[in-house]
């Protein structure tokens, strides 16, 4: 006891002596698009951790010690929101006990509630698998909603850090503009995809479906977080022969068998998308994402 | 008041089964935090109900020799078994606080409170306070709610040293460091009535525990904790778990237990959903200074075991659970305990002469969760702690969580 009461005051002491003020405002994105967003918009100003990678599923994340260290130093705390990350960040924001990124407080941000969800449910009932009360929570799928969510949040950065409220307000400007020149040219690539039917691996598509235009005829899932079963790929195969989709669309996080077995078996491409920023080699910012998207997308249109 | 503990621990290993919510204080605090989002109620409402079947190849008392037991220690009752239910109320106070209760209800009917707490969310500095009745921070099982660990029962040590799961009213106060490492210091004053305490000394501030943790990734796949704790207790007449097949006993005296505990965990890519694996190690050594009187046959025999005769007790137990598939977990344990043989000679032939042998129970598990809020799991051990016969024993068993949405602590 005593040892740790010394090293505790020791510890203390060396970290109140050794700490810089921080110069640059502590960013924590939930998923790898709002830190990528984050930086679009903060630029320099900004010093960003984003907790999980375009490969891990946002559902299924550990409350680990390296995030608890993370949410403890952050100023701001960047998350879809929606239950997304119901498992995982309500542990984090207790076991940190930042007062500055707690709900409610300026420093908590999350992106879902600048954007019109879809698939609310009428009833919430867990009978129905892991169905979000607050609706589909997967929003950044579609750019218009990226767009939706970059407004309030240079407006937030610009609260936090007013000594730098100009600069987030001209790198929205300039984001803004790219970005909806960017909307258009995507929408004219994709012109091809409308009313294409697809089968989906997870209900995480429906903005990106409701974007494009491609219509979901069935889900790899039989219900959300439910993984599929040989009974349900057997119902697909029977749904597919009379329905036929042009393609099975899985983010790259997803588990492949159950797509791989329903491609092979139907002769339907296989379409991986990234889903988020690192998901492929390619997506490595926002724009690369919607590229890279709707490239895959068009391929997997041709066959 | 803290009988109500000591009642609650009566009924077994069942409790361990059940457990809801509780948002824990430390990162060991594999408790359950659940809370709703925005659109949810406040307070969250959570219920874990569980049941099981068991069947041992022989009905024998359990005892582990060198120790006396208390709390909830033993391989609960055989056959069908409604677990102990528990109701989970949890939500933030105000900007200010957290707080959570947990009422558990025994298969007999008794209701009890497990935890009760309150917690502050918002301290400058990284500092956390945490008063009212909870799981202590030390180790790295001991404040996770049993049904969030992967075997049916408490490990061996934890069984012997802190009578399944110590918990006690009291206050706790963290600081967590600034660095991206993770650093936490933790340091607590409970009543002093939970096992290995008892009595309520020092004015009903007996038990003091710290706990030093550290933890970080390695990789994108990889990630770690490391912890160093340490409880420190004057009993006054302590008694033994309340089991009537085992002999009455109390313990007067200090007792100080030290822990290390590591945690490993690894996932391809940091994405679990399919695969992954968590192996867990802890290390326990107790020394106490003191008198037990034992009270074998109705004649109550004093053994000292203090100052030249302080015993030393050790224990370790190991697990390695592997999920090879979405929804399929199997896991491994081996659970030891040694005790010095003691210099008095009114021990021999007692419970507590351990004569420096260690005793084992090596178990093995396959688990199927049908989702998130289900598990069935069907566990096998083989309890050495009888060194003259070993005992086999199947668990098959149900853990269901309903209501608030779970959300696990490492």
């Given at each position: 006891m005593l040892l740790l009461k010394t090293f505790l005051l020791g510890t203390t002491l060396l970290l109140a002596v050794a700490t810089p003020s921080w110069a640059k405002l502590n960013v924590f994105a939930c998923e790898p698009e709002w830190a990528a967003l984050?930086?679009?918009?903060?630029?320099?100003?900004?010093?960003?951790?984003?907790?999980?990678?375009?490969?891990?599923?946002?559902?299924?994340?550990?409350?680990?010690?390296?995030?608890?260290?993370?949410?403890?130093?952050?100023?701001?705390?960047?998350?879809?929101?929606?239950?997304?990350?119901?498992?995982?960040?309500?542990?984090?924001?207790?076991?940190?006990?930042?007062?500055?990124?707690?709900?409610?407080?300026?420093?908590?941000?999350?992106?879902?509630?600048?954007?019109?969800?879809?698939?609310?449910?009428?009833?919430?009932?867990?009978?129905?698998?892991?169905?979000?009360?607050?609706?589909?929570?997967?929003?950044?799928?579609?750019?218009r909603n990226i767009a939706r969510v970059a407004k309030p949040l240079a407006e937030r950065l610009a609260v936090l850090d007013p000594e730098h409220g100009a600069a987030y307000g001209q790198r929205l400007a300039d984001f803004?503009?790219?970005?909806?020149?960017?909307?258009?040219?995507?929408?004219?690539?994709?012109?091809?995809?409308?009313?294409?039917?697809?089968?989906?691996?997870?209900?995480?598509?429906?903005?990106?479906?409701?974007?494009?235009?491609?219509?979901?005829?069935?889900?790899?899932?039989?219900?959300?977080?439910?993984?599929?079963?040989?009974?349900?790929?057997?119902?697909?195969?029977?749904?597919?022969?009379s329905n036929p989709a042009r393609m099975i669309v899985r983010a790259a996080y997803h588990d492949d068998r159950a797509s791989i077995f329903l491609s092979e078996r139907e002769h339907i491409p296989e379409v991986v998308l990234p889903f988020t920023i690192g998901g492929t080699p390619v997506a490595k910012d926002l724009f690369a994402l919607f590229d890279d998207t709707v490239n895959r997308l068009l391929r997997g249109l041709r066959g | 008041m803290l009988h109500v503990i000591s009642c609650r621990l009566r009924i077994w290993s069942l409790a361990p089964l059940l457990l809801l919510v509780s948002a824990g204080s430390g990162i060991s605090q594999s408790g359950m935090a659940m809370r709703g989002g925005a659109a949810s109620s406040n307070p969250n409402i959570g219920v874990v109900l569980n049941g099981f079947y068991s069947q041992f190849s022989k009905d024998a008392p359990f005892s582990v020799p060198g120790f006396v037991l208390g709390g909830e220690s033993g391989p609960g009752p055989a056959g069908l078994n409604l677990g102990e239910s528990e109701i989970g109320l949890y939500g933030n106070i105000d900007p200010y606080f957290f707080g959570s209760a947990v009422i558990s209800f025994s298969s007999a009917g008794e209701a009890a409170v497990e935890e009760a707490f309150i917690q502050t969310t918002s301290l400058p500095g990284g500092w956390v306070f945490k008063a009212g009745r909870f799981f202590s921070g030390i180790g790295y099982l001991n404040s996770a709610h049993r049904h969030a660990d992967d075997f049916f029962d408490a490990p061996l040590p934890y069984q012997v040293f802190l009578g399944g799961q110590f918990g006690d009213d009291g206050v706790q106060m963290r600081w967590i460091a600034p660095t991206d490492l993770y650093l936490e210091v933790g340091l607590e004053k409970f009543r002093g009535e939970g096992f290995p305490g008892g009595g309520a000394p020092n004015h009903g501030a007996g038990t003091g525990a710290g706990f030093l943790k550290l933890g970080g990734d390695l990789g994108v796949s990889h990630?770690?904790?490391?912890?160093?704790?340490?409880?420190?207790?004057?009993?006054?007449?302590?008694?033994?778990?309340?089991?009537?097949?085992?002999?009455?006993?109390?313990?007067?005296?200090?007792?100080?237990?030290?822990?290390?505990?590591?945690?490993?965990?690894?996932?391809?890519?940091?994405?679990?959903?399919?695969?992954?694996?968590?192996?867990?190690?802890?290390?326990?050594?107790?020394?106490?200074?003191?008198?037990?009187?034992?009270?074998?046959?109705?004649?109550?025999v004093a053994i000292n075991v203090k100052d030249a005769n302080k015993a030393t007790q050790s224990g370790w137990y190991a697990q390695a659970r592997f999920q090879f598939l979405e929804r399929w977990r199997v896991g491994v344990r081996q659970a030891s305990v040694k005790a010095?043989?003691?210099?008095?000679?009114?021990?021999?032939?007692?419970?507590?002469?351990?004569?420096?042998?260690?005793?084992?129970?090596?178990?093995?598990?396959?688990?199927?969760?049908?989702?998130e809020f289900s598990q069935v799991r069907l566990q096998y051990s083989s309890d050495m702690t009888n060194p003259k016969e070993t005992v086999g024993r199947w668990y098959l068993q149900y853990i269901v969580t309903l209501g608030a949405h779970a959300a696990h602590t490492y």
């Amino acid at each position: 006891m005593l040892l740790l009461k010394t090293f505790l005051l020791g510890t203390t002491l060396l970290l109140a002596v050794a700490t810089p003020s921080w110069a640059k405002l502590n960013v924590f994105a939930c998923e790898p698009e709002w830190a990528a967003l984050a930086q679009e918009l903060g630029g320099g100003d900004v010093s960003i951790y984003s907790a999980t990678t375009g490969l891990q599923d946002p559902h299924q994340i550990q409350a680990k010690p390296s995030l608890i260290a993370r949410v403890r130093n952050s100023d701001l705390l960047i998350c879809t929101g929606a239950e997304l990350e119901i498992g995982w960040l309500p542990v984090l924001l207790l076991q940190s006990a930042n007062g500055r990124v707690q709900a409610g407080a300026p420093g908590h941000f999350e992106a879902a509630e600048y954007v019109p969800l879809l698939e609310v449910p009428t009833l919430v009932d867990r009978a129905q698998g892991d169905v979000h009360a607050a609706g589909n929570p997967h929003i950044q799928t579609d750019p218009r909603n990226i767009a939706r969510v970059a407004k309030p949040l240079a407006e937030r950065l610009a609260v936090l850090d007013p000594e730098h409220g100009a600069a987030y307000g001209q790198r929205l400007a300039d984001f803004s503009r790219r970005w909806e020149q960017a909307i258009a040219r995507w929408q004219t690539e994709a012109a091809p995809l409308k009313g294409a039917p697809v089968v989906v691996n997870h209900k995480g598509w429906i903005y990106m479906c409701n974007w494009l235009g491609l219509r979901e005829i069935a889900y790899l899932e039989p219900k959300p977080g439910i993984p599929a079963s040989s009974a349900h790929l057997n119902d697909l195969v029977t749904l597919l022969k009379s329905n036929p989709a042009r393609m099975i669309v899985r983010a790259a996080y997803h588990d492949d068998r159950a797509s791989i077995f329903l491609s092979e078996r139907e002769h339907i491409p296989e379409v991986v998308l990234p889903f988020t920023i690192g998901g492929t080699p390619v997506a490595k910012d926002l724009f690369a994402l919607f590229d890279d998207t709707v490239n895959r997308l068009l391929r997997g249109l041709r066959g | 008041m803290l009988h109500v503990i000591s009642c609650r621990l009566r009924i077994w290993s069942l409790a361990p089964l059940l457990l809801l919510v509780s948002a824990g204080s430390g990162i060991s605090q594999s408790g359950m935090a659940m809370r709703g989002g925005a659109a949810s109620s406040n307070p969250n409402i959570g219920v874990v109900l569980n049941g099981f079947y068991s069947q041992f190849s022989k009905d024998a008392p359990f005892s582990v020799p060198g120790f006396v037991l208390g709390g909830e220690s033993g391989p609960g009752p055989a056959g069908l078994n409604l677990g102990e239910s528990e109701i989970g109320l949890y939500g933030n106070i105000d900007p200010y606080f957290f707080g959570s209760a947990v009422i558990s209800f025994s298969s007999a009917g008794e209701a009890a409170v497990e935890e009760a707490f309150i917690q502050t969310t918002s301290l400058p500095g990284g500092w956390v306070f945490k008063a009212g009745r909870f799981f202590s921070g030390i180790g790295y099982l001991n404040s996770a709610h049993r049904h969030a660990d992967d075997f049916f029962d408490a490990p061996l040590p934890y069984q012997v040293f802190l009578g399944g799961q110590f918990g006690d009213d009291g206050v706790q106060m963290r600081w967590i460091a600034p660095t991206d490492l993770y650093l936490e210091v933790g340091l607590e004053k409970f009543r002093g009535e939970g096992f290995p305490g008892g009595g309520a000394p020092n004015h009903g501030a007996g038990t003091g525990a710290g706990f030093l943790k550290l933890g970080g990734d390695l990789g994108v796949s990889h990630n770690w904790l490391l912890g160093l704790s340490q409880i420190q207790t004057q009993a006054i007449d302590r008694q033994t778990g309340e089991d009537p097949a085992l002999p009455e006993s109390s313990f007067t005296g200090d007792s100080t237990l030290n822990l290390v505990s590591f945690v490993w965990k690894w996932a391809p890519l940091g994405n679990p959903k399919t695969t992954n694996v968590k192996v867990q190690g802890e290390f326990f050594q107790r020394v106490e200074n003191g008198q037990y009187i034992l009270d074998p046959a109705g004649m109550p025999v004093a053994i000292n075991v203090k100052d030249a005769n302080k015993a030393t007790q050790s224990g370790w137990y190991a697990q390695a659970r592997f999920q090879f598939l979405e929804r399929w977990r199997v896991g491994v344990r081996q659970a030891s305990v040694k005790a010095d043989a003691l210099k008095d000679l009114a021990a021999a032939g007692t419970v507590l002469n351990g004569d420096g042998k260690s005793t084992s129970i090596s178990s093995a598990m396959v688990e199927f969760d049908p989702s998130e809020f289900s598990q069935v799991r069907l566990q096998y051990s083989s309890d050495m702690t009888n060194p003259k016969e070993t005992v086999g024993r199947w668990y098959l068993q149900y853990i269901v969580t309903l209501g608030a949405h779970a959300a696990h602590t490492y």
